[in-house]
C-alpha cells in the first residue's frame, strides 16, 4: 500500500511539466545568474585560471622623464604575460572600448606626472576598471608594481641625496617620498580589497560553489511544501476519503506520501549537484557520503516541517505563504542571497538553512569531518526535534473527521 | 444471510447524538435504498459503516466482521462511492481505478480483469487512456464508480452517485447499478431523487433524526405505512396572509396530516381525499384563494417520506 502511493505521489508529480521545470530547471538557472551575476562581488574567491594577456589601453600624456621608463616596463615579459597595452591618446575613447568590451583596463597618466613627482608633489594617475574582476585585480597588481619600482628607486635618490651620491645629482627631491606613501597606501587599500575574506572564519567558496549550496539547500527546504500540498489536494479532491476508505492503514498513507516527495528531493538534488558540477564546473568536494547525509537530513527536516503544518493548516494560500515566509527568511538571514558576515554570524545559528550550508559549504572545501561535523550535528539536533513534532502531529494529519 | 448487521449504533458530536441507537439489516444480496432528508444521519452512518468514523455505541458488522474490532478486513469487501468525485484529474481514467484496485491489494492478472471489467461497466473502456479533465460531469461520475468497483466488491455503497449529471449518464449508472447486483454485489444506495430508488431499491430504509423510522420492501411500507394520497391544488397568486391562514385552518382539520405551499402549489397529506375535497375547498374558497387545478397522486415513497418526516426529499 505505502509503496503504492510513493509511486502514485512520484508519477503524479512528475508528469506536470510545470513541477519539472520548477523543480529542476528554475534552480538551475538560479545558480547560474546568481553566480555568475556575483561572482565580481568581491564576496567570493575567484576561480584559478590560467594567465591569458587582455587589452589594456595607455593614455599617456606625461612627456617626463618617468615616461620613458614607464614604455620601457611595459616590455617586460612579465608584464607581457598579463597585459597587452595598446597607447592611446584620448581618454573617453579608452572608456568607450571598455564600456563596448574591446579593451580590458584603462590606464591615463597625467602630463604632470613626472613633474610631480620630481617635485615631491602629490602625483596620482587615473585606473579605469574593465569589466572582468580578475583582470582589474591583475592589472591593479601590475600597475602597482611599476608604482613600487618608482618608489624604490626614490627612496634610493632620497638616501643617496643624504649621502651625496649621484642619484642626488639626477635631481629627484626629498619631497617625492610622498608619491611613495601614498601610491604604498593605495596599494595596501588595493591589496585590502583583494584579501577582505567575505566569510571571515568561514570557507572560502567560489560564487557559483556559493550559490549552488545556498539554492540546493532552499529547494531541499521547498520538498516539505509539495508534501503539505499534496495531503490538502487529496483531502480537496476527496481521494484522500477514497483512500482512507480502503485497507490502507493511516501511517501507511503518512510513509507512502513521504517516501513519494522524498524520492521527489532526492532527484532533484542528485540533478543539481550533477548538473552544476557538468555546467558551472562546481566542485562539491570529496565527500560525497557526507553530502548524502546532510541532504537526507534537510529532506527529513523538511518533510517534518511539511506535516506539522498540514496538521493546523488547512488553506493552501496560508500554506504556501507560511512555507515561503519561513524558506526565504531562513535562507536570507543565512546568507543564502547575498553574505552579510554580520547577520550570518549572529542571527543565522537559529536557522536550518545557516546548519545546511555551512555543513554543504565545508563538505566543499574538503574541511575535514571534525570541522564538518561541528555543523553536521545541530543540522541533525533541528532534524531530530521536528520529526518528533511531526510524529506528535501525525494524528492530526490523517484524521479523517 | 445478513450482509450489513448495525446493532444499537450511537455516533455523539460534542454530547449530541448524530446517530440514535440505530437497528438496520441489509441481507445479502439486496439493493438496499436509504433514505432521508439532510441532517438525518445517513452519511455519518455510511462513514461508521466504512471505517472512517469511529463508532460512539454499539457496533456495526460487515459479512459477519466487526468494523470495531476488524477495520481492514471489513474495508477489502467494500467499495465505496462518494457523494463527491474522488479522482485524480491529472492521472488517465485507466491509472485512476488501477491506483484505488491496488489499495485493495489487487496485483497482475486480477488487477488486469478488474480494471477492464470496471471500465466496460460504466461504459468508459474507450476513454480509458483520457485524462478526466476532458471528461464530462457524468463520465466523471461513472469513473467515480468504476474506481470503487474493479475489487469487487461484496458490499457496494453509493452516496448520492448521480448528483448533478445528464439523464443519459443517469439511466448508465443505475443500470450498473443492476448489473453490480446481479453479478453478486449487495448494494446501499443514498439519492435525493426518490424516482431514482423506487426504480431500483429492494429494500428502503427511512432514516431521520439519527433513527431509523421505516424500513421494509416499498411495496411493506405502502401497505403498512403509506396510505396516505397526496393533493396538490394549483392557486391563483393569493395574499401571503390568506394563504398562511388557509394553510393554517387546513392542518387544524382532523383528516388532514400535511399541508405546505410549494411556489403555487398547495401540497396536501391526508388518508383518503375522497371525503375531504368539500372541506378543503371550502376553507380555500374561505380565504379568497382561487384554485386552478387539482391533482391526486397515489401513495409513493415521495408522499411515504413526505408523511413519515413532514419534509420533501430535497429539503
Known amino acids: ?401 | 444471510m445478513n450482509m450489513v448487521q448495525i446493532r444499537n449504533v450511537v455516533k455523539k458530536y460534542n454530547g449530541k447524538a448524530v446517530v440514535d441507537h440505530l437497528n438496520l439489516a441489509i441481507e445479502e444480496g439486496e439493493i438496499f435504498g436509504l433514505l432521508g432528508p439532510n441532517g438525518a444521519g445517513k452519511s455519518t452512518t455510511i462513514h461508521m459503516l466504512t471505517g472512517l468514523l469511529p463508532i460512539s455505541g454499539g457496533d456495526i458488522s460487515v459479512d459477519g466482521i466487526s468494523v470495531k474490532h476488524n477495520p481492514l478486513e471489513v474495508k477489502r469487501r467494500i467499495g465505496l462511492v462518494p457523494q463527491d468525485l474522488a479522482i485524480y484529474e491529472q492521472m488517465s481514467a485507466r491509472d485512476n481505478i488501477v491506483f484505488f484496485a491496488k489499495l485493495y491489494g489487487l496485483r497482475g492478472k486480477a488487477l488486469e480483469a478488474g480494471v477492464d471489467e470496471a471500465l466496460e461497466l460504466v461504459g468508459l473502456s474507450d476513454r480509458r487512456k483520457d485524462k478526466p479533465a476532458s471528461f464530462s460531469g457524468g463520465m466523471k461520475r461513472r469513473l467515480n464508480i468504476a474506481c470503487a468497483i474493479a475489487h469487487r466488491p461484496r458490499l457496494i455503497i453509493m452516496d448520492e452517485p448521480t448528483v448533478g449529471i445528464d439523464p443519459h449518464s443517469r439511466n448508465h449508472i443505475l443500470e450498473s447499478v443492476k448489473q453490480l447486483n446481479e453479478a453478486g454485489s449487495t448494494i446501499i444506495y443514498t439519492s435525493h431523487y426518490m424516482e431514482e430508488v423506487e426504480a431500483i431499491s429492494t429494500k428502503v430504509g427511512i432514516m431521520n433524526q439519527g433513527r431509523l423510522i421505516a424500513c421494509g420492501t416499498q411495496h411493506q411500507l405502502k401497505e403498512d405505512i403509506g396510505q396516505d394520497d397526496k393533493l396538490t391544488v394549483t392557486i391563483s397568486l393569493s395574499p401571503d396572509s390568506e394563504v398562511d391562514a388557509a394553510i393554517g385552518e387546513l392542518l387544524e382539520h382532523p383528516r388532514i396530516k400535511q399541508a405546505s405551499l410549494q411556489e403555487n402549489a398547495l401540497q396536501i397529506l391526508l388518508p383518503s381525499a375522497d371525503g375531504s375535497l368539500q372541506d378543503i375547498l371550502f376553507i380555500l374558497s374561505k380565504h379568497r384563494i382561487l384554485v386552478q387545478s387539482f391533482e391526486r397522486e397515489e401513495p409513493n415513497l415521495e408522499t411515504l417520506f413526505m408523511s413519515l418526516t413532514g419534509r420533501q426529499l430535497r429539503d
Not at chain 1, 521545470?21 to 555568475?36: E, M
Not at chain 1, 552579510?340 to 555551512?358: C, D, N, R, Y
Open chain 1, 1 to 401: 500500500m505505502m509503496w503504492n502511493i510513493a509511486v502514485n505521489e512520484l508519477r503524479r508529480q512528475l508528469q506536470m511539466i510545470s513541477i519539472l521545470v520548477v523543480t529542476f530547471i528554475v534552480p538551475l538557472l538560479l545558480i547560474f545568474l546568481l553566480g555568475s551575476s556575483l561572482s565580481g562581488s568581491g564576496k567570493f574567491k575567484v576561480e584559478s585560471r590560467d594567465p591569458e594577456p587582455f587589452k589594456a589601453g595607455i593614455v599617456q600624456q606625461d612627456q617626463g622623464v618617468l615616461a620613458q621608463a614607464f614604455a620601457q616596463f611595459l616590455t617586460a615579459d612579465d608584464v607581457r604575460q598579463w597585459i597587452e597595452p595598446i597607447a592611446y591618446a584620448d581618454r573617453e575613447e579608452v572608456i568607450r572600448l571598455i564600456r563596448d568590451g574591446k579593451l580590458g583596463f584603462g590606464l591615463v597618466i597625467p602630463s604632470t606626472f613626472s613633474d610631480d613627482v620630481l617635485n615631491g608633489r602629490q602625483a596620482s594617475w587615473e585606473m579605469i576598471m574593465g569589466n572582468d574582476y580578475a583582470n582589474n585585480l591583475a592589472a591593479k597588481s601590475v600597475f602597482g608594481a611599476y608604482l613600487d619600482i618608482v618608489n624604490t628607486q626614490q627612496a634610493l635618490a632620497l638616501t643617496a641625496e643624504h649621502t651625496g651620491s649621484s642619484a642626488a645629482k639626477n635631481g629627484i627631491p626629498p619631497a617625492a617620498g610622498t608619491l611613495m606613501q601614498g601610491s604604498a597606501g593605495e596599494q595596501q587599500n588595493e591589496a585590502a580589497i583583494v584579501e577582505v575574506n567575505p566569510m571571515q572564519d568561514q570557507p572560502n567558496p567560489t560564487a557559483m560553489q556559493y550559490y549552488s549550496v545556498s539554492i540546493l539547500v532552499m529547494y531541499m527546504l521547498y520538498t516539505g511544501m509539495s508534501l503539505a500540498i499534496s495531503i490538502l489536494a487529496d483531502r480537496q479532491n476527496y481521494t484522500f476519503h477514497r483512500i482512507m476508505a480502503a485497507p490502507v492503514r493511516p501511517y501507511s498513507y503518512m510513509s507512502g506520501k513521504l517516501i513519494g516527495q522524498s524520492l521527489i528531493a532526492v532527484c532533484q538534488a542528485i540533478f543539481m549537484i550533477a548538473l552544476s558540477h557538468w555546467l558551472f564546473g562546481v566542485d562539491w568536494g570529496r565527500d560525497i557520503g557526507a553530502l548524502v547525509i546532510v541532504c537526507l537530513l534537510l529532506i527529513v527536516s523538511s518533510m517534518a516541517l511539511g506535516s506539522v503544518i498540514i496538521a493546523y493548516v488547512r488553506e493552501e494560500k496560508s500554506i504556501k505563504g507560511l512555507f515561503q515566509f519561513l524558506v526565504i527568511t531562513m535562507t536570507a538571514i543565512s546568507g543564502g542571497f547575498f553574505p552579510i558576515s554580520e547577520v550570518q554570524a549572529t542571527v543565522g545559528p537559529f536557522t536550518l538553512s545557516h546548519w545546511a550550508m555551512q555543513s554543504m559549504l565545508r563538505i566543499m572545501m574538503n574541511g575535514g569531518w571534525s570541522d564538518t561535523l561541528h555543523y553536521v550535528l545541530p543540522l541533525a539536533g533541528i532534524a531530530g526535534v521536528l520529526f518528533l513534532l511531526a510524529v506528535w502531529s501525525f494524528r492530526k494529519v490523517v484524521n479523517y473527521a
